[in-house]
């Protein structure tokens, strides 16, 4: 399968060295010149590498990589026009892969690709960020409430209404213990027509999604005779 790579660098002599050694060596480059239209090729795009300019125009490639480690671990190959060790550290600090100074060879720049991939596994970007997603207190959750999404270990789980509602409310109080007729009166909006054991039902589904990627646990807990909670350190 063909890898994605985005370069954000605004300097056009050194992107087109940059896309045209990528297509060489059989990538798919895809180019943006400033951070805004970075991040957004990053929410909508699956990437396998980002080349990252540190000197972009609108703001610091160092910006730019702290908003999207929040969200996702995609390799970044940082680029700058200076090559202070103070630099160099901090890129790596908060979460770059590797760092290159220009000038430089865009044939290394490939190989330096090559070897990141094979170190980290071909892995590409595992979610799609959003300027709406949230970071829950549970760390492995975020949500998007504008589409509806729920994201645990950085992928997305597919949940009808209620699983969403009711993985919603109780990640909105870890801890708290929420009995089937409260969870009712939270998600459904006539409660009084439907079962309470339907809630079990949901709440079955939802731990069924949760294990498919997470198989050895189990975050959310059964107090019998009181209801369900969802741990605090899930």
Known sequence: MTKTILVIEDEPAIADNIIYALKTEGFEPVHCTTGKDGLEVVNKLTLNLIVLDIGLPDLSGFELCKTIRKASDVP??????RSDEVDRIVGLEIGGDDYMTKPFSPRELTARIKAILRRTGN????????????????????IDNTKMIIYYHKKPLELSRYEYKILETLL???GRVFSRSQLMHSVWDVPDVSLERSVDSHIKSVRNKLKMIKPQYDPIETRRGFGYALKVDS
């Open 76 to 81: 970044i190959i940082f680029l700058t026009a």
């Open 172 to 174: 909105a109080h870890p």
């Open 123 to 142: 892995k590409s970007s595992e979610i799609q960020l959003d300027q709406n997603l949230q970071q829950t207190s549970p760390k492995h959750f975020l």
